[in-house]
């Protein structure tokens, strides 16, 4: 047995010698394991994890009928959501077989077996079983970031995550600048959990969600008869972050008059509460996050230039989602792994039209919009695939055409002639030293890629 038979992992769920002994024989190339019952069928699911599954529908006690097929279809589904599961129907059984769609099968043959048809249906199935494969082990490896619950593959992305990790540990203070739904909160967390400050608490206050009025007295606390309805001494959140960490969320809605307040307990570390007259120090980690851009602000004389500095020891810009690189697609997979679950709706996955859509989507909303609208397809999917109506997407115009590394270098070296020749004005000595390739390889190269 060759390395491939060893992969492809095929079962014949059949109860008539004759057609068993037919399909070995058409799936020669495959690893073929044969069962003729629905307790055989889930003992051979378990014992081998069988990729692809055919299925005669008509199985025992009701060979006539379809009671026993689904039942089986549906416990293989169960077992082992993702086997790819091809039920084979009689002449007149169109009706179960579409009630098999609906239930997670792959796809439906009609009998008499048409052995080049079927291997065909067979051959895409392992395909797509392969790629699903392939999709989950990216998943797991993009989710081993030491940052919990952040799913990335995005090399810009990893390299944000990478220095989340090492300044955690520092004291310096953080700006985390990006689009709303970026994930700044989620750094945020990943900042006070990787530092050693993880075992005292980390304190947040939206600046935009508390007025004005009420925001002083939230982050600097009052004494007792500070003010009317003052009734007992209550210390701000600054305070109670002691130890820890105090993240101030949405910093570019902080109103001027408490700016300057702020930048006083950043310079001195200690805090005065509204109506008293001690001075608290205080020992905290300061994050900060918002989607404003604070530069304009200052131009337009909304944000102190001073703050600004203060706050941005250190600033992180995370990029939108639109701008990761197959980062769309990824937390789709991540999301639909979750919500199925959830749903209890484990044999749904994405049409191709849906994968599509969801990359070429330019998300706005960035991963909350995404997470919303995967969680929503999830309960309106009606068969076992999501699709990119599901989606309330548009399939994209130019879909997703896999295609080999050679036509991608291809691609690059042709851009990258046309560039560098353009910009030597055509000197051939020039350019084939800006390249790195000797004078005879740029030829070469002109030639093939029709340059003159
Ligand atoms: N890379 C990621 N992987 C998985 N889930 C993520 C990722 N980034 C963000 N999320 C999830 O998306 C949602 C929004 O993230 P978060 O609240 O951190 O964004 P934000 O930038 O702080 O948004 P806002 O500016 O609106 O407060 C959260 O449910 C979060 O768990």
């Known amino acids: ?16 010698p004759g057609l068993q002994k037919q399909l070995r024989w058409s799936f020669d190339d495959c690893n073929v394991a044969v069962a003729s019952d629905r307790e055989s069928a ?30 089986t279809l549906q416990q293989i589904l169960a077992v082992a959501p993702d086997t790819k599961v091809i039920v084979l129907t009689g002449n007149q059984n169109h009706e179960n077989a579409l009630k098999a769609i609906n239930m997670g099968a792959y796809d439906f043959h009609q009998k008499p077996l048409d052995a080049n048809v079927l291997s065909l249906i067979v051959n895409r199935a392992f395909y797509l079983h392969r790629l699903q494969r392939e999709n989950r082990e990216l998943l797991k490896s993009s989710s081993s970031t030491a940052i919990p619950g952040l799913i990335t593959n995005d090399p810009g992305m990893v390299k ?19 689009e709303s739904g970026t994930g700044k909160e989620v750094l945020a967390k990943a900042l006070h959990q990787l530092s050693d400050r993880n075992s005292k608490r980390m304190v947040a206050v939206n600046c935009a969600a508390i007025p004005e009025s009420l925001l002083e007295a939230e982050l600097f606390g009052y004494e007792k008869g500070a003010f009317s309805g003052a009734v007992k001494q209550t210390p701000g959140k600054i305070e109670l972050a002691q130890g820890g960490t105090f993240f101030l969320d949405e910093i570019g809605d902080l109103p001027l008059s408490l700016q300057a307040k702020l930048l006083r307990f950043l310079q001195e570390r200690v805090i005065e509460r509204i109506g008293g007259r001690e001075l608290i120090p205080v020992d905290v980690r300061i ?43 990824l937390l789709a997979h991540h999301f639909k792994n979750q919500f199925r679950v959830k749903e209890k709706r484990q044999s749904l996955n994405f049409s191709q039209d849906a994968l599509d859509a969801i990359g070429s989507y330019s998300w706005p909303g960035n991963i909350r919009e995404i997470e919303n609208c995967i969680k929503r397809a999830v309960i309106m999917a009606e068969g076992s695939q999501i699709t990119a109506a599901d989606l309330g997407l548009q399939p994209a115009a130019d879909s997703f055409a896999p295609v080999t590394l050679r ?30 390739v000797t004078r005879p390889t740029l030829y070469d190269l002109m030639n093939r890629h029709g340059l003159k």
Not at 43 to 60: F, I, N, S, Y
Not at 301 to 306: A, P, Q, V
Not at 408 to 435: P, Y
């Open 407 to 436: 036509e991608v270098r291809d691609k690059a070296e042709h851009e990258m002639l046309i560039k560098v020749l353009a910009r030597v004005n055509g000197n051939v000595a020039r350019a084939a030293e800006l390249l790195g």
């Open 42 to 71: 889930l003992a051979q699911v378990r014992r081998h994890e069988p990729a692809v599954v055919t299925m005669d529908l008509g199985l025992p006690p009701d060979p006539d009928g379809a009671t026993e097929g689904l039942a």
């Open 160 to 178: 944000i995550c990478q220095q989340i990790e090492r300044i955690a540990s520092s004291d310096v203070t953080v700006t985390l600048l990006g």
């Open 1 to 16: 047995m060759n390395a491939n038979q060893i992969q492809k992992k095929l079962l014949v769920i059949e109860d008539d």
């Open 287 to 329: 994050v900060c996050a918002t989607h404003q851009n604070l530069k304009k602000m200052i131009e337009a004389g909304t944000f102190r230039e001073d703050l600004y500095y203060r706050l941005c020891e250190i600033s992180i810009h995370i990029p939108a989602l639109r701008d990761r690189i197959g980062d769309a697609v």
